[in-house]
T-cell receptor, first 116, second 111 residues
Framework: NAGVMQNPRHLVRRRGQEARLRCSPM?????VYWYRQLPEEGLKFMVY????????ESGMPKERFSAEFPKEGPSILRIQQVVRGDSAAYFC??????????????FGPGTRLTVL | GNSVTQMEGPVTLSEEAFLTINCTYT??????LFWYVQYPGEGLQLLLK?????DKGSNKGFEATYRKETTSFHLEKGSVQVSDSAVYFC??????????FGTGTSLTVIP
């Protein structure tokens, strides 16, 4: 069973460009989470999605950032008009359909975004 | 609210030394507690977890006990190896779908 896949692993953008980060959850997982890890900091929750629905976007910056998890295909985190402060590692995690008890989150290898 | 406070690093130990990384939490209700490990250049991997008070999670020689009375989940290992060098994150979840992570503790083990 393949794990959580993210691509690209490394992404370089110039200021003002758009960055699109992709995440394919583990097979059978319908919950996707995006986190951002700034240099020398911990993980900060950004957004939680289920198929075609945003469940919680309380950690997402109000401007320039958006996320989707369509019925078919990977989840996409989009950052428009990137700035240097967006340089970070972006991690995706997935978990299976909610059951009684607590589900583990399985993490992808991350996308390291560098804004020049 | 829900939050996790971890011991600040970095931590540097000699091989075979004893490791403790402190973690305390604040949560409403009864959360599940986790330790994740992040090796250089990689994503996070679950190391161990505990879902109720007094449970002990263990894996690869690491242990942590869920202490409700002290709201703690300290990570311990009796004898660290160079290969244990990584960043360790304490986390909690109440619903299974909302995780709260600590800031991470960097561990370096020197031969």
């Amino acid at each position: 069973n393949a794990g959580v896949m993210q691509n690209p692993r490394h992404l370089v953008r110039r200021r003002g460009q758009e960055a699109r980060l992709r995440c394919s959850p583990m097979k059978g997982h319908s919950h996707v989470y995006w986190y951002r890890q700034l240099p020398e900091e911990g993980l900060k929750f950004m957004v939680y999605l289920q198929k075609e629905n945003i469940i919680d976007e309380s950690g997402m910056p109000k401007e320039r950032f958006s996320a989707e998890f369509p019925k078919e295909g990977p989840s996409i985190l989009r950052i428009q008009q990137v700035v240097r402060g967006d340089s970070a590692a972006y991690f995706c995690a997935s978990s299976p359909l909610g059951l009684a008890g607590v589900n583990e989150q399985f993490f992808g290898p991350g996308t390291r975004l560098t804004v020049l | 609210g829900n939050s996790v406070t971890q011991m600040e690093g970095p931590v540097t130990l000699s091989e075979e030394a004893f490791l403790t990384i402190n973690c305390t939490y604040t949560a409403t209700g009864y959360p599940s507690l986790f330790w994740y490990v992040q090796y250089p250049g990689e994503g996070l991997q679950l190391l161990l977890k505990a879902t109720k008070a007094d449970d002990k999670g263990s894996n690869k020689g690491f242990e942590a006990t869920y202490r409700k009375e002290t709201t703690s989940f300290h990570l311990e290992k009796g004898s660290v190896q160079v290969s244990d060098s990584a960043v360790y994150f304490c986390a909690l979840s109440r619903t299974g779908n909302q995780f709260y992570f600590g800031t991470g503790t960097s561990l370096t083990v020197i031969p």
